[in-house]
């Protein structure tokens, strides 16, 4: 048995409205492009997602590979925090 599209959309919606995950869009200039490609979804707290992965300590994190992810959503959270005008709206990833 699948889970439904709708479904999973929801939770997402959840989980954003309570700012446990962050969606950012593609960027790109073309405006239909930025609406048709997939948005990326990060857990917010880099704590929540040590503790789900079983990282208790910076040597268990500097050895797994979810180092790189990890640093990508403190970058995003510490940036989007100083410059608060480039919140979700606005905020976006650059593919290449």
Do not use: W
């Not at 180092?67 to 410059?83: D, H, M, P, Q, R």
């Amino acid at each position: 048995m699948g889970v439904s599209v709708p479904t999973v959309k929801n939770h997402l919606d959840i989980l954003e409205g309570t700012f446990v995950t962050r969606r950012l869009q593609p960027f790109y200039t073309n405006t239909k492009k930025r609406l048709i490609k997939s948005s990326k979804i990060y857990i917010r707290d880099s704590g929540l997602i040590h503790c789900l992965l079983g990282i208790e300590s910076q040597n268990d994190l500097l050895g797994h590979p979810a180092l790189g992810n990890s640093f990508e959503v403190f970058v995003i959270e510490t940036i989007l925090a100083k410059y608060p005008r480039f919140q979700a709206s606005e905020g976006s990833f650059l593919r290449d």
